[in-house]
T-cell receptor, first 112, second 113 residues
Framework: EAQVTQNPRYLITVTGKKLTVTCSQN?????MSWYRQDPGLGLRQIYY???????DKGDVPEGYKVSRKEKRNFPLILESPSPNQTSLYFC???????????FGPGTRLTVL | AQSVTQLGSHVSVSEGALVLLRCNYS??????LFWYVQYPNQGLQLLLK??????LVKGINGFEAEFKKSETSFHLTKPSAHMSDAAEYFCALSSGGYNKLIFGAGTRLAVHP
């Protein structure tokens, strides 16, 4: 089954404790993105990747890092999480730049 | 700058009534436009998309949307609401060849008996 998977689905952590949210897709897509969803703001792009080893900032990249060492994986790294990063995070992938993006199930992160 | 505005953060309709969710966009280049639906505790699922072909786009679950360039709108409609349509709906724009969707704030649709 074609899908985007994320882990963990739920995470509660404390300020400053490094964490990684994994994202994997099995559709051989070139493009992958991370978004955060906050009430009243919709989804905003954090980072995106056009291919292996090629990444670029989205609209809200501060406090986040990404890497794309393999085509299927695109982890999101929070080196020193803060409470304002409490949010619902989605990973998405698409075959080409403006194609339909396929979303993962989301990761709900709470930073205390 | 590109933007998407969804008019009405909450819309409530009766089962069997017309559903109309409004979306206006701003883009300096021809956009691709999308409607996504999010059911509780789930990810986003594509309802339909406009990619400069037909201006009336039909999607899944009986939804459709009409692209009106003169009004910079892409409103989502469904003739008869069903209880299972209760969800949050997002309008999104993609343009300029970048892998970025610009989302509206979302509209939560409630369907009551």
């Amino acid at each position: 089954e074609a899908q985007v998977t994320q882990n963990p689905r739920y995470l509660i952590t404390v300020t400053g404790k490094k964490l990684t949210v994994t994202c994997s897709q099995n559709m051989n897509h070139e493009y992958m993105s991370w978004y955060r969803q906050d009430p009243g703001l919709g989804l905003r792009q954090i980072y995106y990747s056009m291919n292996v080893e090629v990444t670029d900032k989205g609209d809200v990249p501060e406090g986040y890092k990404v890497s794309r060492k393999e085509k299927r994986n695109f982890p999101l790294i929070l080196e020193s999480p803060s409470p304002n990063q409490t949010s619902l995070y989605f990973c998405a992938s698409s075959l080409r730049a403006q194609d339909t993006q396929y979303f993962g199930p989301g990761t709900r992160l709470t930073v205390l | 700058a590109q933007s998407v505005t969804q008019l009405g953060s909450h819309v409530s309709v009766s089962e069997g009534a017309l559903v109309l969710l409004r979306c206006n966009y701003s883009s300096s280049v021809p956009p691709y436009l999308f409607w996504y639906v999010q059911y509780p505790n789930q990810g986003l699922q594509l309802l339909l998309k406009y990619t400069s072909a037909a201006t009336l786009v039909k999607g899944i679950n009986g939804f459709e949307a009409e692209f009106k360039k003169s009004e910079t709108s892409f409103h989502l409609t469904k003739p008869s609401a069903h209880m299972s349509d209760a969800a949050e709906y997002f309008c999104a724009l993609s343009s300029g060849g970048y892998n970025k969707l610009i989302f509206g704030a979302g509209t939560r649709l409630a369907v009551h008996p």
